[in-house]
């Protein structure tokens, strides 16, 4: 049987049972009750012949009055309506001075008087006397100080049944109502009951529960869901580890110190792919789906996935590759150039010879030993040559600058190379974008105890006005071409983390382009500098 019918019959069979209790106990309330109502009339009528003159004339005298007997029998027609079942008068002796049967006077009576004769009254007592089961109430005669007799009136047991049946249908009729209300109330219960949990049975439901924890802790990427009031329902730890901070369930996530992209996506409730975002010094792939059930929007769900590592080993192989097409440019040049001297030595022409070799001394610019002269870490010196291969490949010039000193070797080359690479290549695109020809970037390296200082300045035209403040920010950028902003906030992130910065120094003038300078705490070896 389904959980959802077994609640409905569980839920039923307490209506009834409390039902049921109920009529049990207000029919024997009930049933007191008239038996309290019943004695109290017989009472109302023993005293009003208790305390006529004639009654305790004859109840004194012991005789039998004809007058009485008549009166008794009178008050007892059945005829009449709700007469009483007897009236019976007695003496102190308990013999039968008045009764609705002739043959009965004379006679004592059939239950005890001794409490009525005791000058007590008898209330609402249940007995079975000589016309049969009857309330009954009994009350003394006095006569002074004295009783002389008592006086019984009943009535019979029937007309207490029929009342109290009476009564009792009418609450059986509220009593059924109720059951049907209640168990009208419990089906639509059940019914709400399985609209939530879509038909589901509890162990489904637990099922459920526990694929949701197996996946949700068992993928590798990070998975945030928000509801229609962009509250945090669900999250996972990679999560919370891709976006460096908690994400409490409940939240509201503009109380989030999270990236601007990821407010957006789940702002327009649009469908995202392959968003880039940066979060600390990670680069993450954000994608986000808006969830809708029958034309309702539920939330969204954001996926995120580390780029990170992927964007590092990229710009390292862009480098390893600038890097080795500058030489084999190179190799290329030097072969041509060989090839002219030897012909010129083999044609004897040695003075021409002479001149050339000066020549090409003269002209030749970014001498390798001239930044290993500088610069000793080989990462470092890597990437400059690389730049300034591709800064020439692009009609470019990249010089190092002349108070450039950096003796040691660094302990984070990646974030080295991401800090200096990203300046190095606004710098490249803002000179060659820039109206100043021949275009030029200039990076300094200064090295004080442990920190790397670093400044990259171009010919470029400088920042706008209008994006000096908001230039670190994730998403703004100076190129055209989309898929851009992301380099500057990145550089500034990699820094920060380590406990350093990266800031505009100079915007740029008429004179030259903008000016970035870098900060890199705890990144050369000790000893070096």
Known sequence: ???????????????????????????????????????????????????????????????????????????????????????????????????????????????????????????????????????????????????????????????????????????????????????????????????????????????????????????????????????VTVRNDEAERLLGTELPVGARLSELELSPRVHKAVHEGRPVDNLLAVAGNRVLVINSRAVRRDDRDIGTVLTFRDRTDLDTLTRELDGIRALSDGLRAQRHEYANRLHTLSGLLQLGHHAEAVDYLQTLTETTSARPSEVSDAVADPYLQALLLAKTEQAQEKGMTLTLSDDSWVPGTVTDPIAANTVIGNLVDNALHAARMGPRRPATVEVGLLAEGTTLHVSVVDSGAGVPEELRDTVFDEGVSTKIAPGHGLGLALTRQAARARGGDVWLAGAGNAEGGALFVAKLPNILREGHA
Do not use: C
């Open 1 to 231: 049987m389904r959980f959802s019918r077994q609640i409905l019959l569980l839920q039923i069979g307490v209506v009834v049972l409390v039902v049921g209790l109920g009529v049990a106990l207000v029919g024997v309330m009930l049933r007191g009750t008239l038996t309290e109502q019943y004695g109290q009339r017989a009472l109302a009528i023993a005293r009003s012949f208790a305390t006529d003159p004639q009654v305790v004339a004859a109840a004194a005298a012991r005789k039998p009055n004809e007058n009485l007997e008549q009166w008794v029998r009178s008050y007892t027609d059945p005829a009449i309506k709700d007469s009483p079942l007897f009236v019976v008068v007695t003496d102190d002796k308990g013999i039968r001075i008045a009764h609705p049967l002739p043959a009965e006077v004379g006679k004592p009576v059939s239950t005890p008087a001794d409490e009525a004769l005791a000058g007590n009254n008898v209330v609402s007592a249940v007995e079975n006397g000589r016309l049969g089961l009857s309330v009954r109430s009994k009350t003394p005669i006095w006569q002074g100080d004295r009783v002389v007799g008592e006086v019984s009136v009943g009535f019979e047991i029937e007309d207490l049944t029929g009342d109290f049946d009476k009564l009792l249908l009418s609450i059986l009729g509220f009593a059924g109502g109720a059951l049907l209300l209640g168990a009208g109330a419990s089906a639509l219960l059940n019914r709400r009951l399985r609209r939530l949990t879509h038909g589901l049975e509890p162990h489904e439901l637990t099922e459920l529960l526990y694929e949701r924890e197996a996946v949700l802790h068992g993928i590798g990427e990070g998975m945030l869901a928000v509801d229609a009031d962009n509250k």
